[in-house]
């Protein structure tokens, strides 16, 4: 069972455009990053977002953690061909020790000029 | 600051050997956390260590295993390698352990076995 579902899987867009990617939980997490990773490479952290409610803009990108802190979404405005790759969103959760992620299945973005 | 540092970046085995990866944190991070990357499983946590003891441990088999070392670099194994761990292993570090420290990941060794 995955404990963090995110959609779509998938998104093919033209430059310009706006989208939303999604990250859904029927679990609470204390805290929840969302990461960037291009293919070979690692994950980079965008944005860590721990008070439910809260809203964080990075430049195009706006990160909002749900109120109950079980759902996150990923919002870009005016899409640019180097936004594309795979958005990861990750959650941690306070029952579990340590410093122990569940990932999202992630989104590939894909922006055409 | 320099970032989390994997090696070797690229290593083919063979089926039935086994395998030492290679992870040094960010200086001053005291975690690390080790996670396996496939395309049909996403990211899957495999273990943490913490000053040099393993913190938490995912569901994997005994074959992997890791350790970490008093100036906080760490090291996973894989033993008896299967087909079915070819995948990219990432490495994260976080300044210390808990749910709310960050962590920033590595660029990752691709495991592939034949």
């Known amino acids: 069972t995955q404990l963090l579902e995110q959609s779509p899987q998938f998104l093919s867009i033209q430059e310009g455009e706006n989208l939303t990617v999604y990250c859904n939980s029927s679990s609470v997490f204390s805290s929840l990053q969302w990461y960037r990773q291009e293919p070979g490479e690692g994950p980079v952290l965008l944005v860590t977002?721990?008070?439910?409610?809260e809203v964080k803009k990075l430049k195009r990108l706006t990160f909002q953690f749900g109120d109950a802190r079980k759902d996150s979404s990923l919002h870009i405005t005016a899409a640019q061909p180097g936004d594309t790759g795979l958005y990861l969103c990750?959650?941690?959760?306070?029952?579990?020790?340590?410093?122990?992620?569940?990932f999202g299945e992630g989104t590939q973005l894909t922006v055409n000029p | 600051k320099a970032g989390v540092t994997q090696t070797p970046r690229y290593l083919i085995k063979t089926r039935g050997q086994q395998v030492t990866l290679s992870c040094s944190p960010i200086?001053?991070?005291?975690?690390v956390s080790w996670y396996q990357q496939t395309p049909g499983q996403g990211l899957q946590f495999l273990f943490e260590y913490f000053s040099e003891t393993q913190r938490n441990k995912g569901n994997f088999p005994g074959r992997f295993s890791g350790r970490q070392f008093s100036n906080s670099r760490s090291e996973m194994n894989v033993s008896t390698l299967e087909l079915g761990d070819s995948a990219l292993y990432l490495c994260?570090?976080?300044?210390?352990?808990?749910?709310?420290?960050?962590?920033?990941f590595g660029p990752g060794t691709r495991l592939t076995v034949t």
């Open positions: 200086s001053g991070h005291r975690s």
């Open positions: 990750a959650g941690a959760r306070r029952e579990t020790s340590g410093s122990r992620l569940t």
């Open positions: 977002v721990v008070t439910g409610g």
């Open positions: 994260a570090s976080s300044r210390t352990s808990g749910s709310s420290y960050e962590q920033y």
